[in-house]
């Protein structure tokens, strides 16, 4: 059974920074693309942050340029760094790994609270 686990997650100033990391396991990670979504109080989920299997990234405007994505196939991990967070920026963050082909397959974790609050 895939798992992907978050982890990092807390309470930080407007400001502050903190690393998200999401280990998975049970999976063929380097053929995976890796995702960062998030999802506040009353609002949708939105997909924050991409790294494909190949390294290549691509961010929201909510949080380019403050956020950066990025993978460890050896430690089937991917990471997300948060930079310059904001109150808006308070959500719970879930992790996922999505492959096309051969066959589509989904996976998410179960989600870290992140609270940007002073």
């Known amino acids: 059974q895939v798992q992907l686990v978050e982890s990092g997650g807390g309470l930080v100033q407007p400001g502050g920074s903190l690393r998200l990391s999401c280990a998975a396991s049970?999976?063929?990670?380097?053929?995976?693309?890796m995702g960062w979504s998030r999802q506040a109080p009353g609002k949708q989920r939105e997909l924050v942050a991409v790294?494909?299997?190949?390294?290549?990234?691509n961010y929201s405007d909510s949080v380019k340029g403050r956020f950066t994505i990025s993978r460890d196939n050896a430690k089937k991990t991917v990471y997300l760094q948060m930079n310059s967070l904001k109150p808006e920026d308070t959500a719970v963050y879930y992790c996922?790994?999505?492959?096309?082909?051969?066959?589509?397959?989904?996976?998410w974790g179960q989600g870290t609270q992140v609270t940007v609050s002073s």
């Open positions: 790294i494909t299997s190949g390294g290549s990234t």
């Open positions: 049970r999976i063929m990670f380097s053929f995976y693309g």
């Open positions: 996922n790994a999505r492959r096309d082909f051969p066959i589509f397959s989904d996976y």
